[in-house]
DNA sequence: TCTGGGGTCCTAGGACCC
DNA sequence: TCTGGGGTCCTAGGACCC
């Protein structure tokens, strides 16, 4: 290590990552101050799982994804407050912040609804005391813009800069600059960081990776890319390379289109019987065939996903797909469709998940015509061997204006006020989640216990 | 009361073609 | 009668992330 190191070091660009410490719990504390400084924990959708918590509810020892009703019970949980989530907060939140950080920076991808990559020119990595001001402004700008707190890293590849914003969160610093660091000092922070915990190293993998005598972040860095191709993939390989310093992920600008449409849920009872799996279908499509509409976009293949527990020494999981052919964003044309996968279903198991996905999106209306669908055979291309075709141009296809009344419907009732009527929603199916039984995150039981109190 | 839900990317392997 | 190789396309499944 010499000052030549350190020069061409800081010529170099580096990448900033900027997280959101604890995005929702800072997110309900923004509109309630009153929770700073408290233990506070969001709930998940369903079933009141814990899915964010406050600093301090990490230090009374709450786990990410314990179940609420354990926290409730437990005496030295006592002070913890939950909030039900509230997506539209946090997304509203999210596109503020992504405002204010590209207010300061040209070169912004938005990697997750709570962490920016940012782009530093080597000028700014070059300034005196490297690339820390620049980033230090970004996050000042961000709390006082939208009142979350922040810690960044910089590295000069994403996987570093990731490594380093971990470090600074677990120092709880601001910022880790790594742009001003010699090579050894890197190293000698990788030499300390678990494989566990780089970006792209999850259990399994890491698992693998002990086997073959890699345990620190160091080990990776200086494993034979090649070796850690066959162990892996190219991904592992190229986190390897990452790590060691050449820059192997972009920073992605736009957002790249979205490929999938998924609605996936655990039931709240297991189901045994095929009509009430048909009703769960029918619920499901039309809950996923919403965000569809919501997002403009059509499918032009559908899979559906029954399961029972995977606990179970027997458990069944059974996998559907089709084309749809044309695209569609019709709930009807979808729904039945999906009906098609009940006979996979094998009637007196308790199947406790299903799902429906939604997939070769286009934006509605961007479809190219259709070749004649001649003699109405189901030959449209995209169809697998093992599956079939659901035909929407037939006789039965419902008109456009289907799809539309619902959304209106949905919109001003609520959801499950109209269904397709093999859902008979006519009271809560038993295999409802009993989350989905409370009307809006605004009236959970949680805010008006506060609003009482104040 | 027992691990949520929504995504992405990559690979292996089969089908099919020349 | 025996013997191949190399493409592409598709799907299922694994692994990861937040």
């Not at 786990?63 to 314990?66: D, E, P, T």
């Not at 050449?246 to 992920?249: E, K, L, Q």
């Not at 996968?341 to 996979?344: D, G, M, S, V």
């Given at each position: 290590m010499n000052a030549a190191d350190v020069t061409a070091g800081a010529r170099t660009p580096h990448v900033a990552l900027v997280d959101v410490r604890s995005m929702y719990v800072s997110c309900e504390r923004v509109i309630?101050?009153?929770?700073?400084g408290r233990p506070v924990v969001v709930l998940s959708?369903?079933?009141?799982?814990?899915i964010a918590r406050s600093g301090e509810a990490k230090l009374l020892g709450v786990?990410?994804?314990?179940p609420w009703f354990q926290v409730q019970r437990d005496p030295r949980f006592g002070g913890v407050v939950a909030r039900s989530s509230n997506y539209e907060l946090y997304g509203d939140m999210a596109s503020r912040l992504v405002a204010s950080v590209s207010s300061l920076a040209a070169d912004v991808e938005v990697y997750s609804i709570d962490e920016l990559f940012v782009s530093l020119p080597p000028r700014a990595a070059a300034a005196v005391g490297g690339a820390g001001p620049m980033v230090v402004a970004i996050c000042e700008r961000v709390a006082r813009w939208t009142g979350l707190p922040t810690a960044a890293g910089v590295g000069a590849t994403k996987t570093l800069a990731k490594v380093a914003q971990r470090e600074a969160k677990q120092r709880r610093l601001n910022l880790m600059d790594?742009?001003?660091?010699?090579r050894d000092r890197v190293d000698a922070l990788l030499a300390v960081t678990?494989?566990?915990?780089?970006?792209?190293?999850?259990s399994r993998l890491a698992r693998r990776l002990n086997a073959a005598g890699i345990r620190s972040a160091l080990d990776l860095a200086r494993a034979d890319p090649m070796m850690l191709r066959r162990t892996g993939s190219v991904v592992l390989e190229r986190t390897g390379r990452e790590l060691a310093g050449?820059?192997?992920?972009p920073l992605g600008?736009?957002?790249?289109?979205?490929r999938q449409v998924m609605h996936t849920r655990m039931m709240g009872e297991p189901v045994t019987e095929p009509e009430q799996m048909r009703q769960v279908l029918t619920v499901y499509a039309q809950r996923a065939v919403a965000r569809l509409r919501e997002a403009g976009l059509v499918a032009g293949a559908l899979s559906v996903t029954m399961s029972t527990s995977?606990?179970?020494?027997?458990a069944r999981h059974h996998t559907w797909s089709t084309g749809l052919a044309p695209a569609t964003d019709q709930p009807l044309e979808v729904i039945r469709a999906a009906h098609r996968?009940?006979?996979?279903m094998e009637a007196g198991r308790p199947y406790n998940r299903a799902g429906i996905l939604l997939t070769d999106l286009v934006p509605a209306?961007?479809?190219p015509a259709l070749p004649l669908d001649l003699f109405g055979?189901?030959?449209?291309?995209?169809?697998?061997?093992?599956t079939g075709t659901a035909s929407t141009?037939?006789?039965?296809r419902s008109g456009p204006g289907v799809g539309a009344a619902l959304d209106a419907v949905t919109a001003r009732f609520g959801t499950g006020a109209l269904a397709h009527g093999v859902a008979g929603l006519r009271g809560e199916p038993v295999w409802a989640m009993r989350r989905e039984q409370l009307s809006a995150p605004a009236t959970t039981q949680w805010d008006q216990l506060l609003t009482a109190r104040t």
């Open positions: 309630d101050p009153s929770l700073v959708n369903n079933d009141g799982c814990v786990s990410m994804g314990q790594l742009s001003t660091w010699s678990p494989v566990v915990e780089v970006w792209g190293i999850g050449t820059p192997c992920i600008g736009e957002p790249a289109a979205r995977p606990h179970r020494p027997d996968a009940l006979p996979l209306g961007s479809q055979l189901e030959t449209t291309p995209g169809t697998g061997s093992a141009t037939g006789p039965e």
